[in-house]
């Protein structure tokens, strides 16, 4: 289902850059700054139905994937609530995907020494 998603509703995906990858699909984060004000980052636009089919990939690939299910674990211990670790999760999944497809290469994670 989700490759059928990505598929129909990003098919740039393999020639974009990471960060226009993430914004393309409405992941990357957006500062809420001006001037001495710091405000909270959020995501916005994008398309939606990706979005929507990625959350539930990654709810998936958190309990399978030993390399994701750590990045979130770290988000989460520096005190971020959930929809926040799983939204970076996203985020790094679609960048995954998009350096798979232009790489023509299957996914290595490093190994720990």
């Known amino acids: 289902m989700v490759a059928t998603t990505l598929i129909a509703h990003v098919p740039e ?8 990858a993430a914004a393309l699909v ?3 984060p957006y500062d809420n700054d001006s001037g001495e004000r710091k405000g909270r980052r ?14 539930m990939a990654v709810l998936g690939a ?4 030993p390399h994701l299910r750590n990045y979130a674990a770290r988000i989460k211990a520096r005190g971020k609530p ?12 679609i960048v995954i995907i998009n350096a798979v497809l232009a790489s023509q290469s299957p ?3 490093a190994k720990a020494a």
């Not at 958190?62 to 994937?65: G, V």
Request: glycine letters at 10%; one cysteine or more.
């Open 82 to 93: 959930f929809k926040v670790a799983i939204t970076a999760v996203m985020r790094k999944l």
């Open 13 to 20: 995906l393999g020639t974009l850059s990471r960060g226009r």
């Open 42 to 55: 959020h995501i916005a636009a994008g398309r939606s139905a990706v979005r929507r089919c990625l959350y």
């Open 26 to 28: 409405g992941l990357a």
């Open 62 to 65: 958190i309990r399978a994937c």
């Open 107 to 109: 996914c290595h994670y």
